[in-house]
């Protein structure tokens, strides 16, 4: 009787500290419904208006046979293929590239040599400046074709007035998108292979095995998880990606730029109809909860396929 007293005692306490974590945690999970949930249920609902900036008192509900007016009229516009095609492509490319530079970036700081903290400082700084601020660095000074350091270059090559920007556009957006998100990706794979052991790369060594094998067999493994991190956060972050392709190309030369976001800006902003930016910003929630969950699919396999192992 004793002992079980004593065991009500010890658990009573545990629960009424369990309940008032509950308690603590619940404003937090209240603001979080409010700044994420709210937004998306108005989406939803002007999805389903008539509302254009131009006539305010237009904010009601289509007619019942016309409920999906907006979602029609995007599905049935060719311009919208070309944007979601835009946008899969910018996210992939860019998420693509980063990987592969902040990973060799990451695997050249993590190797003492002179100048290494100038070095990671420089790399880093990038990530630092303003997504606006990158764009207006990169299409006045690197990218102009009068006075910009790639007109000078080019001129050396016999190659003139060439505007790099207007014949390269995806290219351009893609190459400024990856200046500025490669640090991003290097910091966390560097924090990764910083926690690797450095007695078992030395074991290795001793072992006999070659650098490609240590980085295939050890490195890699080891960093799986780092990547998986980076990349989810990567790419939902590249696809809201506005700020760039505002200042650099403004979606063009025609829509050869535009992405789901930009087109969310030019329907609300430019032609007004709000009603048909919440539809468009719908579909960007679905492309993204799409690449998302096939991103966390092809991990969960991995992760299967390893404990079968």
């Known amino acids: 009787m004793a002992a079980s007293a004593a065991q009500v005692q010890k658990t009573t306490p545990r629960k009424e500290r369990g309940q008032y974590r509950k308690f ?3 404003p937090g999970i209240l603001f979080l419904v409010i700044l994420t949930q709210v937004p998306f249920v108005a989406a939803i609902y002007y999805s389903f208006t008539n509302w254009n900036l131009l006539r305010p ?5 289509l007619p019942t046979d016309d409920l999906f007016r907006n979602f029609g009229r995007i599905l049935t516009n060719q311009d919208f293929y ?4 835009n946008t899969v492509i910018l996210t992939v490319s860019i998420v693509v590239i980063t990987f592969l530079l902040g990973l060799g970036f990451a695997l050249l700081l993590n190797r003492p040599f002179p100048g290494r903290s100038l070095a990671r400082t ?8 303003m997504p606006v ?4 660095l990169w299409k006045n000074v690197l990218l102009d074709p009068s006075f910009g350091i790639s007109a000078y270059i080019l001129s050396l090559f016999g190659v003139k007035n060439l505007y790099l920007i207007e014949e390269f556009p995806m290219a351009s957006v893609i190459a400024v998108v990856s200046w500025q998100w490669i640090p991003f990706v290097m910091l966390i794979l560097l924090a990764g292979l910083q926690s690797l ?3 078992t790369i030395e074991a290795a060594r001793i072992d006999g095995a070659s650098g490609f094998s240590m980085f295939t067999s050890i490195i890699l493994p080891h960093l799986r998880r780092f990547i998986e991190i980076a990349l989810l956060l ?18 063009g030369p025609g829509i050869q730029t535009t992405n789901l976001p930009y087109q969310i800006f030019l329907e609300a902003f430019s032609r007004q109809n709000v009603g048909r930016a919440s539809a468009y910003g719908l579909f960007a929630i679905v492309l993204a909860n799409i690449l998302v969950t096939i991103f966390l699919r092809v991990i969960r396999n991995q992760n299967r396929s390893e404990v079968a192992a």
Request: aromatic share 8%; hydrophobic share 60%; net charge negative.
């Open 24 to 26: 603590l945690s619940a």
């Open 57 to 61: 008192d237009s904010r009601g509900l």
């Open 82 to 85: 070309t944007v979601l095609l």
């Open 122 to 129: 420089l790399l880093i700084s990038p990530f630092l400046v």
């Open 133 to 136: 601020a990158a764009a207006v």
């Open 197 to 199: 052991p450095d007695s």
């Open 234 to 251: 990567e790419t939902i972050f590249i696809l809201n990606e506005f700020g760039i392709i505002f200042v650099l190309t403004t979606g």
